[in-house]
T-cell receptor, first 113, second 112 residues
Framework: GNSVTQMEGPVTLSEEAFLTINCTYTATGYPSLFWYVQYPGEGLQLLLKATKADDKGSNKGFEATYRKETTSFHLEKGSVQVSDSAVYFCALRDTGANSKLTFGKGITLSVRP | DGGITQSPKYLFRKEGQNVTLSCEQNLNHDAMYWYRQDPGQGLRLIYYSQIVNDFQKGDIAEGYSVSREKKESFPLTVTSAQKNPTAFYLC???????????FGPGTRLTVT
């Protein structure tokens, strides 16, 4: 079956530090890949997505590249801000009309001033 | 403003009681979903519905029930059969099953 593995957290960084959050996946087909963000006390928001190999998703300074050869979709940001403190979820949706979202466990990012 | 509302934000119940969580959307989306979020576990799919009057079990449907009588509403009942009901419950909707999902703010249920 499908699965998503995220690096263990939590992660604490100083403002303006470089961020990498690792995500690898296992899927039977050719999935679409997503990063969702959850700010404290809120639901999830789609941060970025990529639908095929070598696609790069980007939004709000965050980027992730769909790497089929390494089955990875690592999230990066060059300079984090305090307002980026949140929980980040990697997810995949396999191909097919009835495909569902499969989420990783999430990782908490705290950015200190 | 279009969006998804879940109420209440916090809900407390005694063990052995059924409780119903509300989810309403005004996005005119066909598909709706219920997820459960536990610390360190990610999100797990409870039930989903692709059209009115139809719904399917997700990965952890035991102890839960749903209905979809109206397009904009997808209430979730947590029954007394659910062994560990305390969790954060998230509702989502999408235009269709393969489209981007939009999430509500969630309901935190505590059962003692």
């Amino acid at each position: 079956g499908n699965s998503v593995t995220q690096m263990e957290g939590p992660v604490t960084l100083s403002e303006e530090a470089f961020l990498t959050i690792n995500c690898t996946y296992t899927a039977t087909g050719y999935p679409s890949l997503f990063w969702y963000v959850q700010y404290p006390g809120e639901g999830l928001q789609l941060l970025l997505k990529a639908t095929k190999a070598d696609d790069k998703g980007s939004n709000k300074g965050f980027e992730a590249t769909y790497r089929k050869e390494t089955t990875s979709f690592h999230l990066e940001k060059g300079s984090v801000q305090v307002s980026d403190s949140a929980v980040y979820f990697c997810a995949l949706r396999d191909t097919g009309a009835n495909s569902k979202l499969t989420f990783g466990k999430g990782i908490t990012l705290s950015v200190r001033p | 403003d279009g969006g998804i509302t879940q109420s209440p934000k916090y809900l407390f119940r005694k063990e052995g009681q059924n409780v119903t969580l509300s989810c309403e959307q005004n996005l005119n989306h066909d598909a709706m979903y219920w997820y459960r979020q536990d610390p360190g576990q990610g999100l797990r799919l409870i039930y989903y519905s692709q059209i009115v009057n139809d719904f399917q079990k997700g990965d952890i449907a035991e102890g839960y029930s749903v209905s979809r009588e109206k397009k904009e509403s997808f209430p979730l009942t947590v029954t007394s059969a659910q062994k560990n009901p305390t969790a954060f419950y998230l509702c989502a909707s999408s235009e269709g099953h393969s489209y981007e999902q939009y999430f509500g703010p969630g309901t935190r249920l505590t059962v003692t």
